[in-house]
Structures are given as C-alpha cells and as structure tokens.
C-alpha cells in the first residue's frame, strides 16, 4: 500500500514537499516514481528513482525544479517541488514497481497510491 500526502494549495513560485509512505511490500526492492494528473489530460510521468536511489529521471517538464529522493529506512519517497508555476496542477500519484532501472511508463509501476492534489495559482 503507498499512501501520498503533502499536497496544498501554493503560489506560484512557491514550493511544496510531497512524501509516500509504503507499507506491505519490501519497499527497498522497488524502484519508485511520482506521476501526474490534470482534469482532461492523460496521466503524465513526473520524477523516478531506482530501488537504491542511485539513478534519478525526470519529465521535462519538471527538470531542475523538482527533485525525487527516498528513504529506504522510512520506506518513504519523496517529491521537492520548487520553482512551481500554475501548469504544474494535478493529482500527483506515487508509483512502486518491481524493477531495476527507472521509467516513464506507467504500466511498469504495480502499486499506486491514492493521490495528493496540488494547485499552484497564478
């Protein structure tokens, strides 16, 4: 089970933090990510980091302003969202998947959490 949370209503430019908490499942053996979703769009990849933290990959849409990291004691990871601008509202979802690499692909990812939803105003 992930559950996501941190999601909030920010200004543009401002910053959140959003962190998924993972339970049931050896959470070291599995490569995270964070996907988004706005009303009317398809659902697009955010950020993904292997099982070790080792390698990191980001949509372009978010590079050099958001930030992927785990914690494989805590059996947490975590999204640092900077820089954010009104397009980056969404449900945001965290993903596990039982790979060893990152990916874009969201049908590489098994588990899902329930969503947090962030809304940037201008």
């Known amino acids: 089970q992930l559950q996501a949370y941190g999601g909030g209503l920010v200004q543009a430019g401002g910053s959140l933090r959003l962190s998924c908490a993972a339970s049931?499942?050896?959470?070291?053996?599995?490569?995270m990510g964070w996907f988004r979703q706005a009303p009317g769009r398809e659902r697009e990849f955010v950020a993904g980091?292997?099982?070790?933290?080792?390698?990191?990959y980001y949509g372009d849409s978010v590079k050099g302003r958001f930030a992927i990291s785990r914690d494989n004691a805590k059996n947490t990871e975590y999204l640092q969202m900077n820089s954010l601008k009104p397009e980056d509202t969404a449900v945001y979802y965290c993903?596990?998947?039982?790979?060893?690499?990152?990916?874009?692909?969201?049908?590489?990812?098994?588990?899902w959490g329930q969503g947090t939803q962030v809304t940037v105003s201008s």
């Open positions: 993903a596990a998947g039982l790979f060893d690499s990152t990916s874009s692909n969201p049908r590489m990812y098994a588990y």
């Open positions: 980091v292997t099982w070790r933290g080792g390698s990191r």
């Open positions: 049931g499942l050896t959470f070291s053996n599995y490569a």
